[in-house]
């Protein structure tokens, strides 16, 4: 192996450790912080987010238990993450629930709960609806 291959491969590993470290260090915040207050945390698409980050909400799942931190991560069915072990250890670990499409009549609701009596947003619930 040249000098060359040798500093990268050391670079990547500098690199796979501060990740690992950063990643400790944000869960034990995480927990502390819950220990002052109830922790909320959503994370949409996780199919989509870095294979680190979703191992960091795998490895989160035994940690939180005791604390009060609630974790909801939506995954679309099908999608495959990019980290097909922590996905795999989150399939396992998490409570499932399915989504069923909001009616029309639940989408208004929202839409106006979101943006009150504003001009079109009836228009805007039933395009909404249209497209789930």
Known sequence: MSREERAAA???IDVSEEQVMMATLLKD????LS????????VDDAQAIDGESLALFAS???????HSILMILSMQTGQTAQSLEAQAKLEVSAK??????????HLSEL??????GV????HLAAWLHGQT
């Open 111 to 116: 839409v106006a709960g979101m943006f009150g």
């Open 119 to 122: 001009q079109n947003s009836q």
């Open 96 to 105: 499932h629930c399915k989504l069923t499409p909001l009616s029309e009549q």
């Open 29 to 32: 915040e995480l927990l502390q």
């Open 10 to 12: 050391r670079t990547a």
């Open 60 to 66: 989160m799942g035994e940690a939180v238990r005791g």
């Open 35 to 42: 220990l002052r207050t109830p922790l909320v945390v959503l």
